[in-house]
């Protein structure tokens, strides 16, 4: 399929999902390139998506290195030492999901870095992720670090979840941006919620998702 039809698909199902949703605000699409070329990603930027995400440092590089006027989203777990190798090119990462990621971007960050705050909400082990108890004072303690701001929570529903259970998971990290935010910490704005996936951004959209991350659907 071209991207172009995918993308006319996806924000139909957009629309509607938005309809049904009680948050009137139109998510960010980010198109998640990391399973497809430099030329393929660029499909995309000519649809008319300029919001990329990558998982991976290698396809972070090549897309940023290659595709002009573009978004850069980090979305994958960052690993401490690659963190000196692309934090001042990411405009939003993703996946900040302990203290000592924190510290590392304190350190090498020549910028504050938009940051979304990883969180498990599942409770799965396999997941990266601060625990939904821990979320409050993990970004209270992020106050000291300047370079980063946090814009919101991100989180991924496992895989094998129904969907009621991931409405559940979705509803929860809504909750918790939203109570963040109430505490109206400079550091920590916590205005966004960065959750759905091709197989469930329209619940996402529903619970009030402000960014969507689209991989296999829009460039499978
Ligand atoms: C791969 C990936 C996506 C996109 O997944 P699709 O199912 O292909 O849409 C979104 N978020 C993260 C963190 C990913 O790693």
Do not use: W
Not at 99 to 115: P, T
Request: glycine share 6%; with cysteine.
């Amino acid at each position: 399929m071209e991207v172009k039809e995918n993308l006319i698909a996806i924000e139909q199902d957009i629309k509607k999902s938005l309809a049904k949703s009680s948050y009137g605000q139109t998510p960010t699409l980010i198109a998640v390139t990391k399973y497809v070329t430099i030329e393929r990603a660029q499909e995309v930027v000519e649809a008319g998506v300029t919001h990329l995400g990558e998982n991976r440092i290698e396809g972070f590089k090549d897309k940023r290195d290659n595709i002009d006027g573009v978004t850069m989203h980090f979305i994958g777990s960052m690993q401490t030492r690659k963190v000196k190798e692309v934090i001042n090119h990411v405009d939003y990462l993703h996946s900040l999901d302990r203290m000592s990621l924190a510290q590392e971007i304190q350190k090498r960050a020549e910028k504050r870095i938009k940051c979304f705050i990883q969180v498990n909400v599942s409770g799965e082990d396999s997941k990266h992720g601060i625990s939904v108890d821990e979320v409050q004072t993990f970004t209270q303690s992020l106050s000291e670090y300047d370079n980063i701001e946090v814009v919101g929570l991100m989180t991924m529903a496992p895989i094998d979840a129904t969907d009621e259970e991931i409405r559940s998971y979705f509803k929860q990290l809504k909750q918790l941006q939203i109570t963040i935010n109430s505490l109206g910490l400079p550091h920590a704005p916590c205005t966004e919620t960065s959750m759905g996936m091709s197989n469930d951004y329209k619940i996402a959209i529903e619970e009030g998702a402000t960014f969507i991350r689209i991989g296999t659907k829009l460039v499978g």
